[in-house]
């Protein structure tokens, strides 16, 4: 017999009764009536017994039932209120705090970190510029938590669509989803610029898909030799990655990069202008114009695929390169450890006219939207202005490239893990609708 719970009450109720007994008189003969008022009395103080019993531990345990008070309301419409603020604050506008927690993977956690993006390998010791966070005005972004950006992904499959900043991009959440499951490599090109990763207990695919332009490049050559000029076709499609859309849920598109060289545009086969051509019979269009082109002429596209059902799109704003003291093959170098104040950086330069050239192009394609079709835009240009430090510089593997500082991508971890912050926090909204 146990000698603690609700089952030790029973036996010792029995030994008090039993010496009660011992001590009292004989009982005195009783009619039919009285021992039917007995039997009644004994049955209801017996039920009375039996629930005091089994609802004691709800009125002495150290958890009971809650009671909503008024506070509780008030507190209630409090946290409401700071969801609200979560949901309806603007994610790209904030600034750099410190945090001394740091990335969520190292160097040495994520497998799948390439030579080119692995600064600590390759002799970067600082470790600075990893403790910081990306703090928007009004409200928090969370830091990223892969069980739920894999929750909301599930059974679906999200491209990076664009240069190898978009592929830094996708380099960066392969990081921070690894933390969660390991996934598969099912796929590469043999230039190693269309990847795919699969995560199968998400049942999700994770895509990267090269392309210089989005639109359809060229480059001449000269003497057998590739030229580094581009007859860029302004309103064509780069069927390298247009093809796939039809089987994307999620797209990523960026460009920006591949057009500071020579490039002779063309609209309906008929040359219209170039940039960076130096040619006093063409007229130069400029860097703005061109983006503008392009990105029109992308998204145009992927408002009229008709197998592309529910696609979302977000384009990602231009992302800064930092340069100093001379360009990327002039002894150019980005060795800072710090990010710059906000006060130090121009934000009314040209990477800002581009992103509000991203800006006003989807706005565009908002209102001709076509069917089921959602787009956004992914903003990082603003803060990854204050983030000079982020870059790689000469800590890569550059044996192809050596003495060049890479002033353009970004170290992982690294700020760049901050796209994926805002992505999730994108996707959180998204989803929710």
């Given at each position: 017999?146990?000698?603690?719970?609700?089952?030790s009450?029973?036996?010792?109720?029995?030994?008090?009764?039993?010496?009660?007994?011992?001590?009292?008189?004989?009982?005195?003969?009783?009619s039919n009536?009285e021992?039917?008022i007995?039997?009644?009395?004994?049955?209801?103080?017996l039920?009375?017994?039996?629930?005091?019993?089994?609802?004691?531990?709800i009125?002495?345990?150290?958890n009971?039932?809650?009671i909503?008070?008024?506070?509780?309301?008030?507190?209630?419409n409090?946290?409401?209120t700071?969801?609200?603020?979560?949901?309806?604050c603007?994610?790209?506008?904030?600034?750099w705090?410190?945090?001394?927690?740091?990335?969520?993977?190292?160097?040495?956690?994520?497998?799948?970190?390439?030579d080119?993006?692995?600064?600590?390998k390759?002799?970067?010791?600082?470790k600075?510029?990893?403790?910081?966070?990306?703090?928007?005005?009004?409200?928090?972004?969370?830091?990223?938590?892969?069980?739920?950006?894999?929750?909301?992904?599930?059974?679906?499959?999200?491209?990076?669509?664009?240069?190898?900043v978009?592929?830094?991009?996708?380099?960066?959440?392969?990081?921070?989803l690894?933390?969660e499951?390991?996934?598969?490599?099912?796929?590469?090109?043999?230039?190693d610029?269309f990847?795919?990763?699969?995560?199968?207990?998400?049942?999700?695919?994770?895509?990267?898909?090269?392309?210089?332009?989005l639109?359809?490049g060229?480059?001449?050559?000269?003497?057998?030799t590739?030229?580094?000029?581009?007859?860029?076709?302004?309103?064509?499609?780069?069927?390298?990655?247009?093809?796939?859309?039809p089987d994307?849920?999620?797209?990523?598109?960026?460009?920006?990069?591949w057009?500071?060289?020579?490039?002779y545009?063309?609209?309906s086969?008929?040359?219209?202008g170039?940039?960076?051509?130096?040619?006093?019979n063409?007229?130069?269009?400029?860097?703005?114009?061109?983006?503008?082109?392009?990105?029109?002429?992308?998204?145009?596209?992927?408002?009229?695929?008709?197998?592309?059902?529910?696609?979302?799109?977000?384009?990602r704003?231009?992302?800064?390169?930092?340069?100093?003291?001379g360009?990327?093959?002039?002894?150019g170098?980005?060795?800072?450890?710090?990010?710059?104040?906000?006060?130090?950086v121009?934000?009314?330069?040209?990477?800002?006219?581009?992103?509000?050239?991203?800006?006003?192009?989807v706005?565009?394609?908002?209102?001709?939207?076509?069917?089921?079709?959602?787009?956004?835009?992914?903003?990082v240009?603003?803060?990854m202005?204050?983030r000079a430090?982020?870059?790689?510089?000469?800590?890569?593997?550059?044996?192809?490239?050596?003495?060049?500082n890479?002033?353009?991508h970004?170290?992982?971890?690294?700020?760049?893990?901050?796209?994926?912050d805002?992505?999730?926090?994108?996707?959180?909204r998204?989803?929710?609708?």
């Amino acid at each position: 017999m146990k000698s603690n719970g609700c089952l030790s009450i029973f036996p010792t109720q029995m030994a008090i009764t039993k010496r009660i007994k011992f001590f009292l008189p004989p009982p005195l003969p009783i009619s039919n009536k009285e021992k039917n008022i007995r039997r009644v009395g004994f049955l209801l103080l017996l039920s009375l017994s039996v629930a005091f019993i089994f609802l004691s531990p709800i009125f002495h345990s150290q958890n009971p039932i809650k009671i909503t008070t008024k506070h509780d309301f008030n507190q209630s419409n409090h946290l409401s209120t700071h969801q609200m603020e979560e949901e309806t604050c603007d994610l790209f506008m904030g600034r750099w705090v410190p945090d001394p927690n740091g990335p969520s993977y190292t160097n040495w956690s994520c497998l799948t970190i390439p030579d080119s993006k692995n600064c600590a390998k390759f002799g970067r010791k600082d470790k600075g510029f990893l403790n910081w966070r990306w703090k928007p005005n009004g409200c928090d972004l969370p830091m990223f938590e892969p069980k739920s950006f894999l929750s909301i992904v599930r059974g679906k499959k999200l491209a990076f669509i664009g240069d190898s900043v978009a592929r830094n991009q996708m380099e960066s959440l392969l990081c921070l989803l690894s933390q969660e499951e390991i996934p598969t490599n099912i796929y590469k090109d043999t230039e190693d610029r269309f990847r795919t990763w699969y995560f199968p207990s998400y049942n999700f695919t994770l895509v990267v898909l090269w392309s210089k332009f989005l639109v359809l490049g060229i480059e001449r050559v000269t003497n057998g030799t590739l030229s580094g000029v581009f007859d860029l076709h302004t309103d064509k499609i780069d069927v390298k990655w247009s093809e796939k859309i039809p089987d994307i849920d999620y797209a990523v598109i960026s460009a920006g990069h591949w057009f500071f060289r020579p490039l002779y545009l063309y609209e309906s086969e008929k040359l219209i202008g170039c940039v960076f051509c130096n040619d006093p019979n063409i007229t130069d269009l400029g860097l703005g114009f061109t983006f503008r082109m392009i990105f029109r002429t992308a998204l145009k596209h992927i408002n009229g695929c008709k197998g592309c059902g529910g696609l979302v799109t977000l384009v990602r704003t231009y992302s800064p390169a930092h340069f100093e003291h001379g360009s990327w093959n002039t002894g150019g170098r980005c060795n800072r450890t710090s990010p710059i104040s906000e006060s130090e950086v121009n934000l009314k330069g040209g990477e800002d006219d581009f992103r509000k050239i991203q800006v006003e192009e989807v706005e565009r394609v908002k209102i001709r939207k076509k069917g089921n079709k959602r787009y956004g835009v992914l903003e990082v240009t603003k803060a990854m202005l204050m983030r000079a430090d982020g870059h790689p510089g000469c800590h890569w593997d550059n044996q192809w490239m050596e003495g060049y500082n890479d002033c353009v991508h970004w170290c992982l971890p690294g700020p760049i893990d901050m796209w994926n912050d805002l992505l999730l926090g994108m996707l959180k909204r998204e989803s929710s609708l």
